[in-house]
Each structure stands twice: as C-alpha cells, then as structure tokens.
C-alpha cells in the first residue's frame, strides 16, 4: 500500500520566531557623547552603555551578549534623538531567546 505524500512547507515560508527587546534608557549626556540603559528578552537582562561619538556599543554581562549586540545597536542608531532617560522602549529581535 502506497503512503500519501505529506505536503511540507518550504523553510523559507515559514514566519520567523521573534522575541521582544525592552530598552530603559538610565542616563543620557548628548554633551559627553552616551547613553545608559538596561535591554532584556526573555529571561535575559543586561547593562549597555553607548558612546555613540566613538561609535562604541558596550553590553555586559557577555551571558547572551551576541544575542542582542548587534540588534540593539541598529535599535539605538535609528532611534537616538527620540531616547530620553526614564524612557521606556522595544524592539523586535528576529529570533527565539
């Protein structure tokens, strides 16, 4: 007896998992050139400093930290003269953490 052939659906079809970022923004100085904050997703947390002048993007602790560097960066690039300190944000990361 011949089996019906199951019917797949193409990798490239299938919706990406996505994880949402929170981004708390905790000191700012557009004079010295940074931004402090926090980001999570899922169960994660960490610290980030940017100092944007320098082109210098610091998170800590390094648990996941290849997770959200680079996401995190874009979010901050596009979104910097609409942060402000006690702001709170989030992005979309296109991956399941």
């Known amino acids: ?5 199951k019917k797949t659906t193409p990798v490239s079809a299938l919706p990406l998992p996505q994880t949402t970022a ?12 940074h931004i ?3 980001v ?3 169960h994660y947390l960490w610290q980030f400093e940017w100092r944007f002048k ?6 800590s602790p390094s648990l996941g930290r290849a997770l959200i560097k680079e996401p995190l960066g874009r979010f901050l690039e596009q979104q910097d ?17």
């Not at 007896?1 to 052939?5: K, R, T, V």
């Open 1 to 5: 007896m011949a089996h019906p052939l």
């Open 22 to 33: 929170y981004v708390r923004i905790t000191r700012q100085s557009w004079q010295q050139g």
């Open 36 to 38: 402090e904050g926090e």
């Open 40 to 42: 999570s997703a899922s």
């Open 54 to 59: 320098d082109g210098e993007l610091q998170v």
């Open 81 to 97: 003269y609409q942060l402000e300190p006690g702001g709170d944000y989030s992005f979309t990361l296109r991956c399941d953490i």
